[in-house]
């Protein structure tokens, strides 16, 4: 059996995939360890194949524990919180607990890549608090060594398809929104072929909000 852990599992996008893995049979083998400060709202999942961890993923002792003989971490979040906790945690445990793919939602806009009056939004919008962080924390990754994959989001949306085109780190963002169930999707593709988008950050959006200067839902 596989072993992939969740960190931010209670979010929607972090809920979207673990229904998927646990309903697909090409994810039959793969067990899932949960690490939530909010328990109770995921409770009804632990099973024999769902392990629940109470705790944060600022915890470095609760990130040691639940990697253990893992395969992948998904962290259903952006960590753009001072100091970069969660990544630092993870690139630590990743080097002491042997595991080696990392899979981590980040922001449109990270390395300046949004032009014209939608990248001065997205800058005014999300602001130097969380883009500082978040930057940060794609470095940390990058540097570590470890083979990771940054999913850079723009304005998400509650839209049914799943639906979206990609850009790498050297291009152009293209597009102002996106679905919540198409990063679900990306990130199910990656845990279902850990060697898609290896050691890449990329940029996800519906093509058809293109050329849009503002988000569209």
């Known amino acids: 059996m596989r072993k992939f852990v969740i960190l931010h599992p209670t979010g929607r996008i972090g809920r979207m995939v673990i229904d998927k893995v646990l309903a697909d049979d090409q994810f039959k083998d793969v067990n899932l360890t949960l690490v939530t400060d909010r328990p109770e709202l995921i ?12 705790g944060k993923a600022s915890d470095l002792a609760v990130i040691m524990e639940a990697t253990k003989d893992c395969d992948l971490v998904f962290l259903a979040k952006v960590d753009d919180k001072k100091f970069t906790r969660i990544t630092r945690n993870l690139v630590k445990a990743s080097k002491e607990n042997g595991f080696d793919r990392i899979v981590e939602l980040s922001l449109a806009g990270l ?36 083979n990771y994959t940054l999913i850079r989001m723009p304005a ?27 990063v679900a999707d990306l990130v199910l593709k990656i845990m279902a072929d850990p060697n898609y988008l290896a050691y890449a950050s990329v940029g996800i959006a519906q093509p058809e909000t293109a050329g849009y200067e503002r988000p569209v839902y």
């Open 43 to 54: 409770q009804n999942l632990a099973s024999d194949r769902v392990e629940i961890i109470p």
């Open 111 to 146: 390395y300046y890549e949004i032009v014209g009056e939608f990248g001065t939004w997205v800058d005014e919008w999300v602001g130097s608090g969380r883009f500082l962080p978040a930057r940060e924390a794609g470095h940390r990754l990058e540097e570590a060594g470890v």
């Open 156 to 182: 998400l949306t509650d839209w049914p398809d799943v639906k979206y085109s990609l850009t790498q780190r050297d291009q152009e963002f293209v597009g102002v929104s996106v679905s919540r169930v198409s």
